[in-house]
């Protein structure tokens, strides 16, 4: 089973407009932590958010804030006020505490592409 | 600047070659990782290290080899048993092995068969 699901490959959205980007994951851990990231065309990972399995408030950095929603096991990126610098490659990521034998390892999602228009 | 540095940026391999990619970090983080990149697979995790002269395989270790000498260097091995090399390979670290501390990562290395 897939640890972390993202199931909009390609996502578009107007300048100076919100976009949410959708993320699902699978865990048995009661401690995990979930960590967005954004890739531009360059290649570089750049980590933008965390929202830890005990945090009660959503999680916000800026322009940037985590839907979360523990019952569902979701973790929505919401970015508001759309950039054209926004245009990359963003990635859901997972890390287990690892006490149900799984490890620690920090596990991705397949990304969605978002493409800020004008 | 604390960072990590991953060399060559590009790299070419001929059929049936070994070849090694470097990764180097001043940040003193205890945990290292190399991921591997295709498009449309997010990034898969290929070894990860949480101390000096100790590593785990990730999810798809077979065809590749790496050692953890000293704290800052985790370099990994293409071997040619690797049927697929063709892909950008992503190093990263983390301070430690908690669940709860954020990955750095290096700028890549584009790996090409030719």
């Known amino acids: 089973a897939q640890k972390i699901t993202q199931t909009q490959p390609g996502m578009f959205v107007q300048e100076k407009e919100a976009v949410t980007l959708d993320c699902t994951y699978d865990t048995s851990d009661q401690s995990y932590g979930l960590f967005w990231y954004k890739q531009p065309s360059s290649g570089e990972m750049i980590f933008l958010i965390y929202q830890g399995s005990y945090d009660e408030q959503n999680a916000t950095e800026g322009r940037y804030s985590l839907n979360f929603q523990k019952a569902r096991k979701s973790a929505n990126l919401v970015i508001s006020a759309s950039q054209l610098g926004d245009s990359a490659m963003y990635f859901c990521a997972m890390r287990e505490a690892g006490l149900t034998g799984g490890g620690n390892k920090l596990t991705f999602g397949t990304g969605t592409q978002l493409k800020v228009e004008l | 600047d604390g960072g990590i540095t991953q060399s060559p940026k590009y790299l070419f391999r001929k059929e049936g070659q070994n070849v090694t990619l470097s990764c180097e970090q001043n940040l003193n983080h205890d945990a290292m990782y190399w991921y591997r990149q295709d498009p449309g697979q997010g990034l898969r995790l290929i070894y990860y290290?949480?101390?000096?002269?100790?590593?785990q395989k990730g999810d798809i270790a077979e065809g590749y080899s790496v050692s953890r000498e000293k704290k800052e260097s985790f370099p990994l091995t293409v071997t040619s048993a690797q049927k697929n090399p063709t892909a950008f390979y992503l190093c990263?670290?983390?301070?430690?092995?908690?669940?709860?501390?954020?990955?750095?990562f290096g700028q890549g290395t584009r790996l090409t068969v030719v």
């Open positions: 990263a670290s983390t301070r430690d092995r908690g669940w709860n501390t954020e990955a750095f």
């Open positions: 290290s949480q101390i000096v002269n100790d590593f």
